[in-house]
């Protein structure tokens, strides 16, 4: 069984993912800390930079999370991209939502420290 380093949470919304040019919609099936997974297959190719802009579903303030990625996996008709780059306010709402939505705040808080002291 695989072990992950980052809480992964099912979280379904709407996400933008801009590449070579050409802007796809899809939908999210899961996000972690490090990245999601797309529901929809993107012809992008494994290493291929991408745009990612996730709509935050029932957020009053309508926000939106915006970040760099890299596609790491195709699986199941679908697509798994790697986070890279993200701004300070996507990075908090994402854990945010990741935090909430596990019911495990310490153990997400505990990956915050992680990955800001090892990356």
């Known amino acids: 069984m695989e072990k992950r380093r980052f809480t992964r949470i099912?979280?379904?919304?709407?996400?933008?993912?801009?590449?070579?040019?050409?802007?796809?919609q899809g939908e999210t099936e899961n996000?972690?800390?490090?990245?999601?997974?797309?529901q929809e297959f993107?012809?992008?190719?494994?290493g291929g930079e991408v745009e990612i802009e996730i709509s935050l579903p029932d957020d009053?303030?309508?926000?939106?999370?915006?970040?760099?990625?890299?596609a790491v996996?195709?699986?199941?008709?679908?697509?798994?991209?790697?986070?890279?780059?993200?701004d300070f306010d996507s990075f908090f709402a994402l854990q945010e939502i990741v935090a909430r939505v596990s019911?495990?705040?310490?153990?997400?808080?505990?990956?915050?420290?992680?990955?800001?002291?090892n990356g």
């Open 10 to 24: 099912h979280f379904k919304a709407k996400v933008a993912v801009t590449f070579a040019n050409n802007r796809r």
């Open 42 to 46: 993107l012809e992008v190719p494994l």
């Open 60 to 70: 009053p303030a309508e926000r939106h999370l915006k970040t760099k990625a890299v």
């Open 103 to 117: 019911g495990a705040p310490g153990q997400v808080m505990t990956e915050v420290l992680s990955f800001v002291n």
């Open 31 to 38: 996000v972690s800390l490090r990245g999601m997974y797309l």
């Open 73 to 86: 996996r195709y699986h199941d008709g679908g697509t798994g991209f790697q986070f890279g780059a993200m």
